[in-house]
T-cell receptor, first 113, second 113 residues
Framework: GEQVEQRPPHLSVREGDSAVITCTYTDPNSYYFFWYKQEPGASLQLLMKVFSSTEINEGQGFTVLLNKKDKRLSLNLTAAHPGDSAAYFCADIASSSFSKLVFGQGTSLSVVP | GGIITQTPKFLIGQEGQKLTLKCQQNFNHDTMYWYRQDSGKGLRLIYY???????QKGDLSEGYDASREKKSSFSLTVTSAQKNEMAVFLC????????????FGHGTKLSVL
């Protein structure tokens, strides 16, 4: 079945620096991709949903890149700030599994002042 | 807005014990999910339900039962708790399939003595 590999498991950056989290997936039929953010003590919240036809997706303070050829999804936080400190999870859905989100292992991001 | 409520927040059990976790949502969502969150392994799907009285197995269903007696509630039973098991169980819901945004509860943290 589909597998999603997320790296790195832990990431520490200084305030104002960029942070990059990458996921690689195996199913070429994956068609929706997601990033969820889990702040300490809080529930997971959707950060962005990406459809397979869109390679570059801009959010507030971050960019999500999808490279379908390499089956790679990345979250790029530009100018990270302490409020970005959280766990981040990527996930995807393959067309063969309507209700089965497959999650990556998660990345714990720490932004230090 | 709606909310997902998981009870209890913390659950301590004994080896071999049958334990039940409960989840309620007031979004009026059709689909509900149970995920297990382990450090370094991301979220893994245990069971999901696309409507009242429906049950679908996820990748991690062995050792668990689930019940969706009402649209608003979805319960999970650990059939026989494993010694030293420690995990967080997350309940989620979505309007229909997982290609829609998932809304998560805060989780139930399980410890087995």
């Amino acid at each position: 079945g589909e597998q999603v590999e997320q790296r790195p498991p832990h990431l520490s950056v200084r305030e104002g620096d960029s942070a990059v989290i990458t996921c690689t997936y195996t199913d070429p039929n994956s068609y929706y991709f997601f990033w969820y953010k889990q702040e300490p003590g809080a529930s997971l919240q959707l950060l962005m949903k990406v459809f397979s036809s869109t390679e570059i997706n801009e959010g507030q303070g971050f960019t999500v890149l999808l490279n379908k050829k390499d089956k790679r999804l990345s979250l790029n936080l530009t100018a990270a700030h302490p409020g970005d400190s959280a766990a981040y999870f990527c996930a995807d859905i393959a067309s063969s599994s309507f209700s089965k989100l497959v999650f990556g292992q998660g990345t714990s991001l720490s932004v230090v002042p | 807005g709606g909310i997902i409520t998981q009870t209890p927040k913390f659950l301590i059990g004994q080896e071999g014990q049958k334990l039940t976790l409960k989840c309620q949502q007031n979004f009026n969502h059709d689909t509900m999910y149970w995920y297990r969150q382990d450090s370094g392994k991301g979220l893994r799907l245990i069971y999901y339900s696309i409507t009242e009285n429906d049950l679908q197995k996820g990748d991690l269903s062995e050792g668990y039962d689930a019940s969706r007696e009402k649209k608003s509630s979805f319960s999970l039973t650990v059939t026989s708790a494993q010694k030293n098991e420690m995990a967080v169980f997350l309940c989620a819901s979505s309007i229909q399939g997982a290609n829609e945004r998932l809304f998560f509860g805060h989780g139930t943290k399980l410890s087995v003595l």
